[in-house]
């Protein structure tokens, strides 16, 4: 299958501050889908990016697919408490997941 | 709302025990996926199906086998669970169109002693 990489594995921020998650796929991707999880919880479907070059936003989380449909990157702006746990994408080829980004504020 | 319900929440079973975790849609979809969920690594997936009576591989089938005799309902079985197989098992589904989002289950902690 294809290998969906995801960096970093952990980010622990200060409240208020952003966070980056990053997605690389070795082979093109028809779209993506991105999943937070929260802690004890299962992966709950945020947003999925089907164009190349792609960019939506849910209120202060941006989401982009880059040109080439082979990566892919969540941004937080102005981190909250609620924001905490794990980032997961998904190259929808066939539903391989990253390891996921594993996000900590400290209030 | 789509509700897909695995039948236990913990679970703990002794090596060389037969183990059936169940996964149960509400939602008549065609497509159900078994993941198995450890720190580091992420959701791996071990088996799915795109209707009854079919299965594929997955990335890590090796130790387990599914059953899917109706639609709505996937089962993984452990055939003879191991300790390594301890685990959180998270089972999904997906209508049969494309680009649609996974819809997943409360997971099962399994622990094999």
């Known amino acids: 299958g294809q290998q969906v990489m995801q960096i970093p594995q952990y980010q622990h921020v200060q409240e208020g501050e952003d966070f980056t998650t990053y997605c690389n796929s070795s082979t093109t991707l028809s779209n993506i889908q991105w999943y937070k999880q929260r802690p004890g919880g299962h992966p709950v479907f945020l947003i999925q990016l089907v164009k190349s070059g792609e960019v939506k936003k849910q209120k202060r989380l941006t989401f982009q697919f880059g040109e080439a449909k082979k990566n892919s990157s969540l941004h937080i702006t102005a981190t909250q408490t609620t924001d905490v746990g794990t980032y997961f994408c998904a190259g929808h080829n066939d539903m391989r997941f990253g390891a996921g980004t594993r996000l900590t504020v400290k209030p | 709302d789509v509700k897909v319900t695995q039948s236990s929440r913990y679970l703990v079973k002794r090596t060389g025990e037969k183990v059936f975790l169940e996964c149960v849609q509400d939602?008549?979809?065609?497509?159900m996926f078994w993941y198995r969920q450890d720190p580091g690594l992420g959701l791996r997936l071990i088996y799915f199906s795109y209707d009854v009576k079919m299965k594929e591989k997955g990335d890590i089938p090796e130790g387990y086998s599914v059953s899917r005799e109706k639609k709505e309902r996937f089962s993984l079985i452990l055939e003879s669970a191991s300790t390594n197989q301890t685990s959180m098992y998270l089972c999904?589904?997906?209508?049969?169109?494309?680009?649609?989002?996974?819809?997943f289950g409360d997971g099962t902690r399994l622990s094999i002693l």
């Open positions: 999904a589904s997906t209508p049969y169109r494309v680009n649609q989002p996974q819809h």
């Open positions: 939602m008549d979809h065609e497509n």
